[in-house]
Each structure stands twice: as structure tokens, then as C-alpha cells.
């Protein structure tokens, strides 16, 4: 089967580091994403990673293993508006290129 | 750029009646499109996508319908909505399959 995990909650303080992690068993593997999805609006693109190794965007980063089916999203310097949701997504191979998606994790921000 | 559209934003609906949800994509040619339901705490649940005008594909059944008349317009559609459909519905669009970027969203409550 196609399967996609990651904790249901995290919480963290203001200025801190947090790393949401994502595994994933899929019958096929074309690029990993992470997206950020703020309560009752949409979702909004945050990484691509396809090949191994760590992808920095300013606070965020995400880093990705092949091997081990696992990745996860780095989030520096903490702010409040990162309160959200940030969901993995899997997309898999094939002609369909579906994304598979896992539940999200609800990130609190505490001052 | 590209900007997509969707609407209404928000639609309350009574069990039994029909429903049409618009999504419209600019700035951009031959998109893939999807319709994603997002119930209340639960992850992303993909219904149907698009590879082009008139190509649809179903992956959920149900109730529910879609259709591409033209290039950049999807439409989801029901002739008589029920309970549990409910829900978040987004639309969202990709460049040869890869990174899906979304609309707004449409908050439907069936009562």
C-alpha cells in the first residue's frame, strides 16, 4: 500500500527550531513536497526535494533521503504566523502524477 | 503570473439540491487541474483530475462530477448533494505534473 506519516502535533516557542518529520512507503517516487496551510485557507507551496540532500529557502529548509523514505521540514527562528498545518506529499510515478498526501501536522507557536 | 479562481467562496446548501463549483486558471496554457475535498481534520482527498479539455478522471466514486469545457475551467458538479458532502473544496492546477499550487477554496455546509 501507499502510506504517508508524520506527527499529528507539535508545539514550540517563539524563536525556536522545530523539524516536522515525514516518512513515507509508496509504489513509486517522483519528488517530495511540503506545503503550509494556515487554518480554514488553502494550501501554499513551501519545497520540492527529488534528489537527496537539504534544500534551504530562508527559515525553511527540507531534506530528503531516498533510502530511508523519510524527510522533514526545518523551521528557524520561529514567529507566530508559522502557526499552521504543513502537510508531505509524495508524488508518484506513472502517468497519473498524483500527489499522495499525508494528514498534516498542526504546528503551535507559543510566545 | 498565474492566478487561479475560484468560486463561490463560502455556499450553505440543502440536502437534495444540485451544486456547481467553478475554478478558472490564468495565466497559463493546457494546465493539469484537480478537485481536492478537505473534510474538518482530516487530510486531502483528491476526486478528480485533468489532463486536458474533456479528459476527466475519477478517483473517488460518489455523487459527485466533473468537467472541462474549456482549456482553463473545471467544474465540479452534483444533481443532489447529501450530508457528508460537506466539506473544503479546492481546486488546484500544475505545469506538466509537477508543483500543484491551489485556489482559494470553497467551504460548502450541506444542512
Known amino acids: 500500500g501507499q502510506n504517508i506519516d508524520q506527527p499529528t502535533e507539535m508545539t514550540a516557542t517563539e524563536g525556536a527550531i522545530v523539524q516536522i518529520n515525514c516518512t513515507y512507503q509508496t509504489s513509486g517516487f517522483n519528488g517530495l513536497f511540503w506545503y503550509q496551510q494556515h487554518a480554514g485557507e488553502a494550501p501554499t507551496f513551501l519545497s520540492y526535494?527529488?534528489l537527496d540532500g537539504l534544500e534551504e529557502k530562508g527559515r525553511f529548509s527540507s531534506f530528503l533521503s531516498r533510502s530511508k523514505g523519510y524527510s522533514y521540514l526545518l523551521l528557524k527562528e520561529l514567529q507566530m504566523k508559522d502557526s499552521a498545518s504543513y502537510l508531505c506529499?509524495?508524488?508518484?510515478?506513472?502517468?497519473?502524477?498524483?500527489?499522495?498526501w499525508g494528514l498534516g501536522t498542526s504546528l503551535a507557536v507559543n510566545p | 503570473s498565474q492566478t487561479i479562481h475560484q468560486w463561490p467562496a463560502t455556499l450553505v446548501q440543502p440536502v437534495g439540491s444540485p451544486l456547481s463549483l467553478e475554478c478558472t486558471v490564468e495565466?497559463?496554457?493546457?494546465?493539469?487541474l484537480y478537485w481536492y475535498r478537505q473534510a474538518a481534520g482530516r487530510g486531502l482527498q483528491l476526486l478528480f483530475y485533468s489532463v486536458g479539455i474533456g479528459q476527466i478522471s475519477s478517483e473517488v466514486p460518489q455523487n459527485l462530477s466533473a468537467s472541462r469545457p474549456q482549456d482553463r475551467q473545471f467544474i465540479l458538479s452534483s444533481k443532489k448533494l447529501l450530508l457528508s458532502d460537506s466539506g473544503f473544496y479546492l481546486c488546484?492546477?500544475?505545469?506538466?505534473?509537477?508543483?500543484?499550487?491551489f485556489g482559494p477554496g470553497t467551504r460548502l455546509l450541506v444542512l
Open positions: 506529499a509524495v508524488l508518484n510515478a506513472g502517468n497519473n502524477r498524483k500527489l499522495i
Open positions: 526535494n527529488v
Open positions: 495565466g497559463t496554457s493546457n494546465p493539469n
Open positions: 488546484a492546477w500544475s505545469s506538466s505534473g509537477e508543483t500543484q499550487y
